[in-house]
């Protein structure tokens, strides 16, 4: 990929990228809806990832290139405020980011930026994240900050995302995608932004069948959920949907907004109970608590579909009590995940292919990852 990146590079450019960063993609094994109520999450990085190379440039432009967007290309200027493109809008990402960097104090030079990856699009595996890391240590490096503070670099990620795309996320795809521990799954306390290991027990897979249903123009959707958590955390006198740890009687509260806390204060403590699951190696206790959270996203919070539903039924009743399987990331559609013995996988495999079509009528793709490093400089 590097070799292709710096292929890309020299065409665009006509000179060598000076650095290259580099950010994986994500996926959330459980803690869903969770990051934006203060709660808990626990996902690993994948090894799909989305490389950036640099150049410094002696006026205050930006010109950036996308390899994976047939070479589209668009350029910006650091010298008014920066605003998020029509025209251009897969680079709003990087103009956002470049905008929190100046917020952030930094002294940013222009730059020649070159993007490739190799993340599925609309997989709900966070390319965006990546893209937003991958490009904000790349251009803090130019500006001389070779060890940029990962979590500074993820709160600028998220701000991009709420400035600059409209999606009020919350903080798990940028921190995991900036920290991750290769190996490991994280289990984020999104309050405090603690980050613990959770290593994987020797011989766990972790599968990722995206279901084809492409994610997309569900900003509003999700930030309906947001505003439906915050309005039952008012109603209950709690600054976050975090600080219960039982659902309370409704007290006249909106059922939908009920419904939606209860998805949130069970899948807080659903996620702290599978990373001790996942320590001590109790797999059938790890399905459990996936097979749960499923439901409680289906039920309460109404953020599946009845396609990926079947997928997920289809891949719990091949892995039984060996693991799990659940909708990971934002919901109305993307991927289903599955924590499974390594040994397991093909039979898996062969069971979705047998069972699941996408939408086209065609196989979906499947991938089997072990949870890699979080975003570095190359
Ligand atoms: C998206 C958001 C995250 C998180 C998940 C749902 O991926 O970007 O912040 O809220 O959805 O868990």
Same mark, same amino acid.
């Given at each position: 990929? @590097? ?18 960063? !580099? ?11 969770? +990051? ?9 990085? @994948? ?7 640099? !150049?410094?440039?002696? +006026?205050?432009?930006?010109? @950036? ?32 980011v ?5 917020d ?13 990856? +190799? ?7 966070? %390319? %965006? ?15 001389? *900050? ?9 709160l600028?990620?998220?701000?991009? *995302? ?14 995991? %995608? ?15 932004m ?16 995206h ?6 123009? /569900? ?10 958590? &915050? ?21 006249g509260?909106?059922? /939908?907004?009920y ?5 949130? /204060? ?26 749960? %959270? ?5 039920? +309460? ?6 396609? @990926? ?5 289809l ?7 060996h ?20 040994? &397991? ?15 086209a ?13 979080g975003?570095?400089?190359?």
């Open positions: 990929m @590097i070799d292709a990146l710096t292929a890309l590079f020299r065409q665009s450019f006509g000179a060598a990228p000076e650095l290259a960063a !580099r950010a994986p993609g994500r996926v959330n094994l459980i803690g869903e809806h969770t +990051d934006y109520n203060d709660g808990f999450v626990l996902p690993c990085a @994948i090894s799909r990832q989305t490389m950036v190379a640099a !150049r410094r440039r002696d +006026d205050r432009q930006v010109r @950036i290139v996308a390899g994976d967007l047939g070479g589209a290309t668009t350029a910006f200027s650091l010298a008014h405020p920066i605003e998020p493109s029509g025209d251009a809008p897969w680079s709003n990402y990087v103009r956002g470049a905008d929190g960097l100046i952030a104090g930094l002294d940013l030079s222009g730059a020649d930026l070159a993007i490739i990856g +190799d993340m599925p699009q609309g997989a709900g595996l966070s %390319s %965006s994240a990546a893209l937003e890391n991958a490009a904000g240590l790349a251009l803090a490096a130019l500006a001389g *900050e070779w060890g940029f503070d990962r979590t500074r670099l993820a600028i990620g998220q701000r991009a *995302e709420h400035r600059f795309a409209g999606c009020q996320c919350g903080i798990m795809d940028q921190l995991v %995608s900036a920290r991750a521990v290769a190996g490991a799954a994280l289990l984020i306390d999104c309050r405090s603690k980050c613990t290991a959770v290593p994987l027990p020797d011989g766990l897979a972790v599968m990722i069948v279901s084809g249903i492409e994610r997309g123009l /569900v900003d509003g959707e999700y930030n309906l959920r947001r505003q439906q958590c &915050e309005a039952a955390a008012r109603h209950f006198g709690v600054a976050a949907l975090r600080d219960l740890s039982v659902l309370p009687e409704p007290g509260l909106d059922p /939908v907004a419904a939606r806390a209860r998805h949130v /204060v069970g899948e807080n403590a659903r996620t702290v109970a599978a990373a001790e699951a996942l320590r001590a190696g109790d797999l059938a206790r790890l399905g459990e608590l996936m097979a749960q %959270s499923h439901a409680a996203m289906r039920d +309460d919070f109404a953020i599946t579909l009845p396609p @990926i539903d079947d997928l997920v039924a891949l719990q009743d091949t892995i039984g009590s693991g799990g399987a659940r909708m990971t990331g934002g919901g109305f559609g993307g991927a289903v995940v599955a924590l499974l013995p390594a040994e &397991e996988v093909e039979r898996a495999r062969a069971a979705v292919l047998a069972g699941y079509r996408t939408p009528g065609r196989a979906p793709l499947i991938m089997v990852e072990a949870p890699a490093a975003a570095n400089l190359i």
